[in-house]
């Protein structure tokens, strides 16, 4: 019997075929049968004609495997093979430990081997189309695992309309495989919003989009259904925080710093020159003429809230005044401020209840307070303020210059630094009027002639009973 050289039919190709048979005559040499209860399956003749002339390498053996194992069908061998990218073959390797380890855990801890290739595909697709953010497969199985995404034929799929209409209107890129196996991205990603396919949601149809920002998508749906999940995917736009794997941590620094906590401010009202109108000079300290809008808090508090259910900023900001309220004892008229976030409130607590005030209309000073002052200092230094049946006044001429809305608080003024000005010169004998000394002078000087009759008739009184005088007896 004549024999033929194995190396005639294996060569030195590095096609699939020659290097199977290679592989057949180390087994058959090494006197390795394969188990007869190894359920395995065999490619179809036509799998085996498109493949036997591709290239050979540790992925095509690997695939080969997965497919003979029952894990991966024939399609994804054979269009993976075909394929034949290196860059995906630690994803192939993670897709067979992924089989390993699951053989020896828990059934329900097991990942289905239509899941794992399902998965195997999505991170192969992201390395084969340039269009798709490539993934690994760990980051693949991260998607699968997630609400709103499905997996089709390796493809990041948005089930739920909801976010997917959020992503379109966020403008997220969408795109569908052609004819010719490439990727086409719509350019007007509202137009799918009409497509049919869309609308019936049949994830199944190739003309049903797939999301190419895979890592965003992950990580946006990781937070989505979260208490303000998509106020932080606004945000993180907004502000061009990076959506890498710090989002979720970030979206919990968001909701604590940005949702959940307050900086609450009071201030109580000290004078009421702008009568019953709610203005900013009200609740300010002044010294002389220096007045400013900078009011110092009497109450500063971080405020942080817990709650179980979404809120409006509205309630939020209620719960936080609430609870400043309880630390902390306001009185009448007090103005409370509350910054959240970006946000400003403003209100003032009238009979226990909380009144929203405009930020800028309490801001907006109601008069000239500079030209009120230079009238008052100039009447006061020339001693023209007088008080005229209990009412303070200046001269008439001087009170024409200030405007007919003004006068009403420049009265106010005038009677505050009258009021003022009597009580510094009570409490400070420099400076007072040579009339208050001179006044002041007499009742003292009429207090010591009083003290002086007193003690005087006292001596009298004694010198007589000394005498003997008013005894009631005679010799």
């Not at 004892?329 to 007090?334: D, G, H, I, Q, R």
């Not at 001693?383 to 608080?409: F, S």
Request: aromatic letters at 10%; charged letters at 30%.
């Amino acid at each position: 019997m004549s024999t033929i050289n194995a190396y005639k039919y294996a060569g030195k190709s590095d096609k699939i075929n020659p290097m199977i048979f290679r592989y057949a005559v180390i087994s058959s040499v090494w006197g390795m049968e394969i188990p007869k209860d190894i359920d395995l399956k065999r490619f179809s003749d036509e799998a085996v004609n498109v493949l036997k002339a591709e290239s050979h390498s540790e992925l095509t053996d690997r695939l080969i495997f997965l497919f003979g194992a029952g894990v991966i069908s024939e399609e994804t061998a054979v269009s993976l093979i075909k394929a034949n990218k290196a860059d995906f073959c630690e994803d192939i390797i993670a897709a067979e430990e992924a089989v390993i380890s699951g053989i020896n855990e828990n059934a329900e801890d097991t990942l289905p081997y239509g899941q794992i290739e399902n998965i195997l595909l999505c991170a192969a697709n992201s390395k084969k189309y340039p269009e798709i953010q490539p993934v690994s497969f760990a980051e693949a199985q991260s998607i699968a695992g997630l609400p709103h995404i499905v997996l089709m034929n390796g493809f990041a799929k948005i089930k739920d309309r909801d976010f997917y209409e959020f992503l379109v209107k966020f403008g997220e890129a969408f795109g569908t495989v052609t004819k010719d196996d490439t990727v086409r991205i719509e350019d007007v990603p509202e137009n799918l919003l009409e497509c049919e396919d869309v609308k019936n949601g049949e994830i199944n149809s190739v003309y049903y989009p797939f999301a190419v920002n895979l890592r965003k998508i992950m990580r946006y749906a990781a937070v989505f259904d979260k208490l303000y999940g998509r106020e932080f995917i606004l945000f993180a736009k907004e502000n061009s925080l990076p959506v890498d794997e710090k989002f979720e941590s970030r979206y919990e620094e968001y909701v604590k710093k940005f949702k959940l906590h307050f900086t609450v401010k009071s201030y109580s009202r000290k004078r009421y020159i702008c009568g019953d109108k709610t203005n900013w000079f009200d609740y300010a300290v002044t010294s002389e003429a220096n007045v400013s809008d900078n009011i110092p808090a009497d109450y500063i508090k971080e405020i942080d809230i817990e709650i179980s259910e979404k809120c409006s900023d509205e309630e939020l900001v209620n719960k936080a005044v609430e609870k400043f309220r309880g630390i902390v004892a306001l009185p009448e008229n007090a103005v409370i401020e509350v910054f959240h976030g970006t946000k400003k409130y403003l209100y003032i607590l009238k009979n226990s209840e909380l009144t929203v005030l405009d930020n800028d209309k309490f801001h907006t000073l109601l008069f000239n307070f500079n030209k009120i002052w230079s009238i008052i200092q100039l009447c006061s230094r020339s001693r023209q303020i007088k008080v005229v049946d209990g009412k303070m006044t200046i001269p008439e001429t001087l009170m024409n210059e200030i405007a007919q809305n003004e006068r009403e608080y420049a009265e106010r003024i005038i009677k505050e630094q009258y009021t003022r000005m009597i009580e510094q010169r009570k409490n400070n004998k420099l400076i007072q009027t040579l009339s208050e000394i001179k006044a002041a002078a007499e009742a003292e000087r009429a207090k010591m002639n009083e003290q002086q009759a007193t003690e005087a008739k006292k001596k009298k009184e004694i010198a007589d009973k000394k005498a003997g005088r008013g005894s009631g007896t005679e010799d």
